[in-house]
């Protein structure tokens, strides 16, 4: 049986870092339990910007958590408190295992900045389980031409594949927790059905084009949530729309545990907030020098 929609939210727009144009479909006040083990869904932009405006996110900590950073246009710079450096171009992605803790940045790269530009793309932040919030930082950097796609019979839907799988197709990226991460464009009046376990959270969001899902229209900068009540989700392009559909599709084992969140910590407990913020605050996540 199929998933139904249990509600479908719109993104709220939410100026982020030092102001760039997010639109977050969660965390809201709603609370987070049907989106576990995800902790929040930014899509940034699209925005068209002219020469010197781009913006970005200074340094800031993050500790138990993992941010995964996907650019559709646009490119971003990056570097961390343990010398970690590297840049972001349209189409990859960089998993990014805060674990125990670090300091980075993430700024629109030097050339990027100057010339302007499209700048669109997606962070989310997948939670850790208590095991290993602790865990040694890590980088899964993977350029476009690796993340593997897949393509349906008669090639009306296509899917990159940046974790799980999808379309006979396995993702190159390693998750702690089962999670599935699918972008996926389907031609107009298209459908797919997509498989997963019956015991995992999934929602999907759209970003172009427009979707029927269990009868209800799905439009950009939107983010239908399912019930756990199949094995499977049914997502139909409208027929109507002027361009293909562009979906994320985001799935993931719920992990149960307490969520104590405070900015950029995520820990179990209050007691652990505390102790991040005075690792911070002391330096023990190391510090950036410019
Ligand atoms: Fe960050």
Not at 16 to 27: A, D, K, N, Q, S
Not at 129 to 153: C, F, L, N, T
Not at 209 to 225: K, T
Request: charged share 25%; with cysteine.
């Amino acid at each position: 049986m199929n998933r139904t929609v249990a509600r479908i939210v719109e993104g709220t727009p939410v100026n982020e870092g030092e102001g760039v144009l997010v639109h977050r479909p969660f965390p809201s006040a709603q609370g987070l339990r049907e989106f576990d083990p995800f902790l929040l869904l930014d899509e940034m932009g699209p925005l068209e910007l002219p020469p010197n405006a781009a913006k970005g996110f200074p340094d800031h900590p993050h500790r138990g958590f993992e941010t995964v950073t996907y650019l559709l246009s646009g490119r971003f710079e990056h570097r961390d408190s343990y010398g970690h450096a590297g840049k972001i171009e349209a189409g990859d992605v960089q998993w990014m295992t805060a674990g125990s803790g670090l300091v980075h940045s993430e700024t629109p790269e030097t050339e990027f900045r100057k010339t302007g530009g499209r700048l669109h793309g997606f962070q989310i932040w997948v939670n850790l389980p208590k095991r290993v919030k602790m865990m040694a930082p890590r980088y899964q950097e993977v350029p476009k031409d690796r993340i593997p796609e897949g393509k349906s019979a008669d090639g009306k839907v296509t899917v990159k594949v940046i974790a799980g799988e999808a379309l006979g197709v396995s993702a190159v990226i390693d998750t702690r927790i089962p999670i599935q991460y699918l972008h996926f464009t389907i031609q107009p009046g298209a459908s797919l059905e997509h498989p997963f376990p019956k015991s995992a959270n999934a929602f999907a969001y759209v970003f172009a084009g427009a979707a029927v899902i269990d009868c209800q229209r799905v439009e950009p900068h939107h983010l239908a949530v399912f019930h756990r009540n199949g094995e499977s989700v049914k997502i139909e392009a409208a027929a109507d729309a002027s361009e293909p559909l562009q979906v994320l599709l985001l799935s993931g084992e719920p992990i149960g545990e307490p969520v104590a969140r405070y900015g950029p910590f995520v820990m179990n407990t209050r007691d652990e907030i505390e102790q991040a913020f005075a690792d911070y605050r002391d330096g023990r996540m190391g510090t950036i020098a410019h």
